[in-house]
């Protein structure tokens, strides 16, 4: 079946412009995951939808950062007044909740952002 | 401190070897442990998953966990170039079913 999809797979903006980073999750999967991946670095968690539920911000890294999940499937990630560290990429993860033994996320392919 | 220590490489081995990568952490609440492979310009995968501690093996694939040591490990035996990759360890809290803390990242390359 097809997986965790994102959009757009590479994206350049200037410093300043706001940007939109698309994920479609694997269709029933309850539960979406933002992250980001700086280069050397590990997976820094961001935000994390789960159904109706209010999403888990905690991640979030200032308040230029935001995301929304409609129709509890696809999300967007929007970064407002872009800056040069927020070049990274950005990953999706979906995953069933509810299982207690299993806590499998599967990953889109990510999006690029370069900050210039 | 980082709650999660993983050496980021690179690891460079010859084609059959046995390769080792290992993890630390300091939130003594993680019971499930995972490794993740993640190649050039993908998202991760996941490899191996892990409740609490032991060990768990995968075809060429095992993972430990001792647990009072803090420290889990992902062995491959039988290396192949097709392994060339990083390798991501992850963690989670009991009754969490939230955010994954993740290790940096191991690069593994294996040559033929």
């Known amino acids: 079946g097809a997986g965790v999809s994102q959009s757009p797979s590479n994206k350049v903006t200037e410093k300043g412009k706001d940007v939109e980073l698309r994920c479609d999750p694997i269709?029933?999967?309850?539960?979406l995951y933002w992250y980001r991946q700086s280069l050397g670095q590990g997976l820094e968690f961001l935000i994390y939808?789960?159904?109706?539920?209010?999403?888990?911000k905690s991640g979030l890294p200032s308040d230029r950062f935001s995301a929304e999940r409609t129709g509890g499937s696809v999300s967007t990630l929007t970064i407002q007044r872009t800056q040069q560290e927020d070049s990274a990429v950005y990953l999706c993860?979906?995953?069933?909740?509810?299982?207690?033994?299993?806590?499998?996320?599967?990953f889109g392919p990510g999006t690029r952002l370069t900050v210039t | 401190q980082k709650e999660v220590e993983q050496d980021p490489g690179p690891l460079s081995v010859p084609e059959g070897a046995i390769v080792s990568l290992n993890c630390t952490y300091s939130n003594s609440a993680f019971q499930y442990f995972m490794w993740y492979r993640q190649y050039s310009r993908k998202g991760p995968e996941l490899l191996m998953y892990?409740?609490?501690?032991g060990n768990k093996e995968d075809g060429r694939f095992t993972a430990q966990v001792d647990k009072s040591s803090k420290y889990i490990s992902l062995f491959i035996r039988d290396s192949q170039p097709s392994d060339s990759a990083t390798y991501l360890c992850?963690?989670?809290?009991?009754?969490?079913?939230?955010?994954?803390?993740f290790g940096s990242g191991t690069q593994l390359t294996v040559l033929p």
């Open positions: 992850a963690m989670s809290a009991y009754g969490s079913a939230r955010q994954l803390t």
């Open positions: 892990t409740y609490s501690s």
């Open positions: 939808f789960q159904g109706n539920s209010a999403p888990d």
């Open positions: 993860a979906s995953s069933l909740v509810g299982r207690r033994d299993r806590y499998e996320q599967y």
């Open positions: 269709s029933g999967h309850t539960a």
